[in-house]
């Protein structure tokens, strides 16, 4: 069973940038999804990217602000989150596409 660990997140004012990288077990590539999820809002969907890396997708919210990536040698994708806003603020999880499989999610708080 394919396992995703996460690492980055953290505190930034707004404007700022921050780097989450989702690192999955094993060698075999999945597409990937991000989510996040603010306190008393439901957890919505953030970007996604194929196995490959040739296709991905955003959220029209985050559009040209955050960008999706992976480095497949490393089986791992980043979300690199620029221009950050205080409705940004969430903790931000990775998923496999079209698994139940999550991360164990990192938070993102963003200063005003």
């Known amino acids: 069973q394919v396992q995703l660990v996460q690492s980055g997140g953290g505190l930034v004012q707004a404007g700022g940038s921050l780097l989450l990288s989702c690192a999955a077990s094993?060698?075999?590539?999945?597409?990937i999804n991000w989510h996040r999820q603010a306190p008393g809002r439901e957890r919505e969907f953030v970007a996604s990217?194929?196995?490959?890396?040739?296709?991905?997708r955003y959220a029209d919210s985050i559009l040209d602000r955050f960008t999706i990536s992976r480095d497949n040698a490393k089986n791992t994708v980043y979300l690199q989150m620029n221009g950050l806003k205080p409705d940004d603020a969430a903790i931000y999880y990775c998923?496999?596409?079209?698994?139940?499989?999550w991360g164990q999610g990192s938070q993102v708080t963003v200063s005003s």
């Open positions: 998923k496999v596409d079209g698994r139940d499989v």
């Open positions: 094993g060698r075999t590539m999945y597409g």
């Open positions: 990217i194929s196995k490959t890396g040739e296709n991905t």
